[in-house]
């Protein structure tokens, strides 16, 4: 079943590319951006310093992202995060016309409907601050310190799949990296290998 599984979603797995071409650099100033969300407000990250922030690209239509939202993990960890004092970003990079593109009032039905509820829905259609961060997959997610440093780059968790099945055996990396800022310890696994949809820019 996994491998029909696997070959059903092969045409949009993507792996990222080096990290050494993405902009954003583990143990540096995050990328500063503006964009304007779902509502028509308009977020910086500069907003939110002294506070972490996760960074989460997103596309409603990748079985990548729909195995973590159908089974509940990403709204989980939305959720435990927010209650922590995290500030959870949903960032959609689809560029007008390709798979995943959503104005505001679409994109906000659709987190309605999954009961995602994350501080904002940033609206990123040029790809400007996708492409400024390396986000090459959807699921990509990153963690901010409160300094506004980038300490996580990488997949949601440890099982490349679009199997919900896989997710209770699953090491569940951004978790495992809010857990370790939050007691003031170095984030154990900084870098990992995204693994989702390509990024639809």
């Keep these: ?16 590319a080096p990290f050494a071409s993405a902009a954003a650099t583990l143990g ?20 939110f310093a ?6 989460e690209w997103f596309n409603h239509e990748c079985p990548f992202v729909k195995k973590h939202y159908g089974a509940g993990n990403m709204q989980r ?32 039905a ?17 790809g400007t601050v996708g492409k400024a961060y390396g986000a090459k ?19 949601i968790d440890s099982m490349p799949s679009a199997d919900a099945s896989d997710i209770p055996a699953s090491t569940q990396f951004v978790e495992a990296a809010l857990g370790d800022l939050a007691a003031n310890r170095a984030v154990a696994r900084g870098v990992t290998q995204p693994y989702g949809c390509s990024v639809k820019y």
Excluded: C
């Excluded at 500063?32 to 907003?47: I, P, R």
């Excluded at 995290?86 to 995943?100: D, E, I, M, R, T």
């Excluded at 997959?137 to 997949?155: C, E, F, K, Q, W």
């Design 110 to 126: 659709i987190l309605a409907e999954w009961k995602s509820t994350p501080a904002a829905l940033l609206l990123d259609h040029d």
């Design 137 to 155: 997959t959807t699921p990509h997610m990153y963690v901010i310190d409160g300094s506004g440093v980038l300490r996580y780059n990488g997949a």
């Design 50 to 55: 002294g506070k972490t922030v996760v960074l």
């Design 77 to 108: 960890q939305q959720d435990a995060a927010e209650a922590k004092g995290v500030v959870w970003l949903v960032v959609n990079s689809s560029a007008p016309g390709k798979q995943g593109n959503v104005d505001g009032a679409k994109g906000n």
């Design 28 to 47: 540096e100033a995050a990328p500063a951006f503006t964009l304007t969300d779902s509502n028509g407000t308009a977020h910086s990250l500069s907003d």
């Design 1 to 16: 079943m996994k491998s029909l599984l696997s070959l059903a979603v092969g045409a949009a797995f993507a792996v990222a």
